[in-house]
Antibody, heavy 125, light 109 residues
Framework: EVQLVESGGGLVQPGGSLRLSCAAS????????MNWVRQAPGKGLEWVSY????????YYADSVKGRFTISRDNAKNSLYLQMNSLRAEDTAVYYC??????????????????WGKGTTVTVSS | SYELTQPPSVSVSPGQTARITCSGD??????AYWYQQKPGQAPVLVIY???ERPSGIPERFSGSSSGTTVTLTISGVQAEDEADYYC????????????FGGGTKLTVL
């Protein structure tokens, strides 16, 4: 069974740090791009960060650029999100998701076909 | 930045057809994708590449595209279809690959 399991969430004070992990199983992790997506309480989905299968290409949302770092360990089938200088507005459920990226003859495509259940990050004093 | 616009809510009676729209300037040049999210659960992909349905997704879910608007159609709506639905796409320049609409709450009356 294809599965993603996030961990590492919790309560942290503003300005603090947290490292999220995502354990993948049931598929060849090293062959897939990955994303982190978050959802603030009562709000919609917000893409956070992307990493290519090899880790050589990385993108961040403007809202987290310079504070968050995405990484992966293909030998351990794991994805990570290091979050520094946390703010109250970073409070959210954080999901890892498998990304499907490619091109047809007409268009590029980018979507997420498998999601974890999420881990909750609360930034509060 | 790039924006995708969805109606905040759609309501239908069981057995009726629900249509949820998503508008964006780049949609004529980019595929759209749809995710279903039930309360307390992770999103689930229900439509990819405008109109393709992943395995395991009921046939009553379909997608279409026309100009700057894409539409998720749920035929013969069931009570279990009550959820939030999000469209996702990319901008035309390729700068923003992972853009979500604001979400639409589907209520089954």
């Amino acid at each position: 069974e294809v599965q993603l399991v996030e961990s590492g969430g919790g309560l942290v004070q503003p300005g603090g740090s947290l490292r999220l992990s995502c354990a993948a199983s049931g598929f060849t992790f090293s062959s897939y791009e990955m994303n982190w997506v978050r959802q603030a309480p009562g709000k919609g989905l917000e893409w956070v960060s992307y990493i290519s299968s090899s880790g050589s290409t990385i993108y961040y949302a403007d809202s987290v650029k310079g504070r968050f770092t995405i990484s992966r360990d293909n030998a351990k089938n794991s994805l990570y999100l290091q979050m520094n200088s946390l703010r109250a507005e970073d409070t959210a459920v954080y999901y890892c998701a498998r990304a499907i990226v490619g091109a047809t003859s007409n268009y590029y495509y980018y979507y997420m076909d498998v999601w974890g259940k999420g881990t909750t990050v609360t930034v509060s004093s | 930045s790039y924006e995708l616009t969805q109606p905040p809510s759609v309501s239908v009676s069981p057995g009726q057809t629900a249509r949820i729209t998503c508008s964006g300037d780049a949609l004529p040049k980019q595929y759209a994708y749809w995710y279903q999210q039930k309360p307390g659960q992770a999103p689930v992909l229900v439509i990819y590449k405008d109109s393709e349905r992943p395995s395991g997704i009921p046939e009553r879910f379909s997608g279409s595209s026309s100009g700057t608007t894409v539409t998720l159609t749920i035929s013969g709506v069931q009570a279990e279809d009550e959820a939030d639905y999000y469209c996702q796409s990319a901008d035309s320049s390729g700068t923003y690959h992972w853009v979500f609409g604001g979400g639409t709450k589907l209520t089954v009356l």
